[in-house]
């Protein structure tokens, strides 16, 4: 791929356009972690800069997500101490590794697998992060500190909502709320988010609102923080790391693909997971928040007319410029108005056209989908997105089962014959049955193929092996078994057509020769032709 450098006018402004986009929502990501605005801001320009420079999808605009965000609440929580500071370096621990395992699944060339991860599931897995959001700034809307972070305590203290509201904090977040979602449906000449943060964090300070404000962010640049381990928390610190680099890699190939699908060009997966990594492990020991490809601060930076690496990286350089020269604006902004701004984005994360089929899709696959919500919201979201991938890996193997098995025939000769079939002499055809094996002979069809057998009796059986594509262990142990189980009965059994692959297995677990002898396999139907009359006369 080729990586040009050189500024455009379009990267230009492209890439402001960007950043203009991200600061409010990397404010408001950084005070939901609880890490504070600037995290969100630290994270945004290291791994926005990094990722443009060292990943592998060039218009792709990398800071905080409401996803990322979501897992970095839950580490921050578990890293508080008992007096209620958090252990900062265990919390840059886990979003280092995360950015070391991100780097590990683009090195192993892992990225390509992500475009296999069903729809169901990354609908439900979706729609379930953007639940959460919802959820956990409900109590901040209304100006109540929020009983915890879990959905589920959430949902159990929704009672306490209407004797607690505080009515012009709540009206501070409702109008930021309606101004985000709203405007975009009216113009998208300009960000949302960035009018409802000035013009709310304004009328809230001509009006003398009396609202939590977010309060001073450091000045300068930030410092280098230094990881800490506690053997005691290993085991959260991997399950923790790991759920952010999967997440990570999820969220920003699927940004990609979006962003393909705009330019016309094509990403480096691997390359992209790579610069992540090295984006996030850098925002991890600035005291950052780590990030992900953002689907819509992309847009915004191709349609503004980034094409190249550099848009990402004038949009770090742009969120740096405010971290030094308008910090001291940022303490003005109430943290009611970042909360309506984060309702809007976890609205943004609910997959409306998923939801909205859901009484049309097959069972199966709606199935799936909602397994993976509730999961999300009520397990954890690795758990739902291994769940929903054995379940979808299940459903689709069922699916080819059924279609292989179907697709699969033991007849006579005399009947649906092949071409290469039609001229052999008619009274060799009621000596012959002939079993046509198409498509995978994998451990879903490796019953069917067992099953079948039983309908064989007293003749000799020919296996059309041509056109199987591929062969695992399950499906040549019922190879092994079926045959057994033929010769018991007295069939001569044949085979043609076995793909150079396929033979391999059969004879690495050792079909061939001990259950089958080299000379009964034939390279093609016209060898076995050849050797029939002798065959027969048996």
Request: aromatic letters at 6%; glycine letters at 12%.
């Amino acid at each position: 791929m080729s990586r040009s450098f050189l500024p455009t006018r379009g990267d230009v402004f492209g890439g402001l356009s960007a950043g203009i986009v991200a600061l409010p929502l990397c404010l408001a990501f950084g005070v939901a972690s609880g890490l504070g605005p600037e995290a969100g801001l630290y994270g945004a320009i290291a791994t926005g800069i990094l990722a443009a420079i060292f990943g592998g999808a060039p218009t792709l605009i990398t800071g905080p997500t409401a996803p990322m965000t979501l897992v970095a609440v839950t580490v921050v929580g578990a890293s508080r101490l008992p007096d209620g500071s958090i252990n900062l370096g265990q919390v840059v621990l886990v979003f280092a590794l995360a950015g070391g395992l991100q780097m590990l699944l683009g090195v192993l060339r892992l990225g390509g697998y992500i475009r296999y991860v069903p729809y169901p599931v990354i609908s439900g897995f979706m729609t379930g992060i953007g639940v959460i959001i919802i959820l956990q700034q409900l109590f901040p809307i209304a100006g109540m500190q929020p009983p915890a972070s879990t959905p589920w305590h959430i949902i159990s203290n929704l009672h306490l909502l209407p004797g607690g509201v505080v009515w012009p904090v709540a009206l501070l977040a409702l109008v930021t709320f309606a101004i985000t979602y709203l405007l975009p449906k009216i113009t998208t000449a300009v960000p949302s988010a960035l009018v409802a943060l000035v013009v709310v964090t304004a009328g809230s300070m001509i009006l003398a609102i009396d609202a939590p404000r977010i309060g001073e962010i450091p000045r300068g640049l930030p410092q280098f923080v230094v990881p800490s381990l506690d053997p005691a928390n290993l085991g959260i610190i991997i399950s923790s790391a790991v759920q952010l680099a999967v997440l990570g890699a999820i969220d920003t190939l699927l940004s990609a693909l979006m962003a393909d699908s705009l330019t016309g060009t094509q990403h480096d997966s691997n390359r992209e997971l790579i610069g992540q990594g090295i984006g996030n492990m850098a925002a991890a020991f600035i005291g950052g928040l780590p990030g992900a490809g953002a689907s819509i601060r992309s847009v915004v930076n191709i349609k503004a007319g980034g094409r190249t690496p550099l848009s990402g990286v004038i949009h770090g350089v742009f969120l740096i410029a405010v971290l030094l020269g308008l910090s001291g604006l940022v303490r003005h902004i109430p943290e009611a108005v970042l909360a309506g701004i984060l309702v809007a984005a976890g609205l943004g994360c609910i997959d409306y056209r998923g939801v909205s089929h859901l009484a049309r899709i097959p069972r199966s696959d709606a199935v799936v989908m909602v397994l993976v919500f509730l999961l999300t919201l009520f397990l954890g979201l690795i758990a739902a997105v291994a769940v929903g991938l054995i379940v979808a890996s299940l459903v689709f193997v069922k699916k080819v089962a059924d279609l292989s098995e179907r697709g699969t025939t033991v007849s006579p000769l005399a009947d649906h014959p092949w071409a290469d079939e039609l001229d052999i002499p008619d009274d060799w055809r009621e000596h012959l049955l002939v079993k046509h094996v198409e498509g995978p002979l994998f451990f879903g069809f490796a019953r069917g193929f067992s099953d079948l057998a039983s309908q064989v009796e007293g003749k000799v059986l020919v296996l059309r092996m041509d056109r199987v594509l591929l062969m695992d262990q399950s499906g040549a142990y019922a190879v092994h078994d079926a045959l057994v189980e033929l010769k018991g009965k007295g069939v001569r059994c044949l085979i043609v057509g076995l793909p150079v692959a396929q033979r391999d297995i059969l004879e690495d677990v050792r079909v061939i020769p001990d259950v089958i002898p080299p000379e009964d396999v034939f390279d093609d139907f016209a060898s076995l032709k050849s050797a029939l009359p002798a065959i027969i006369a048996e």
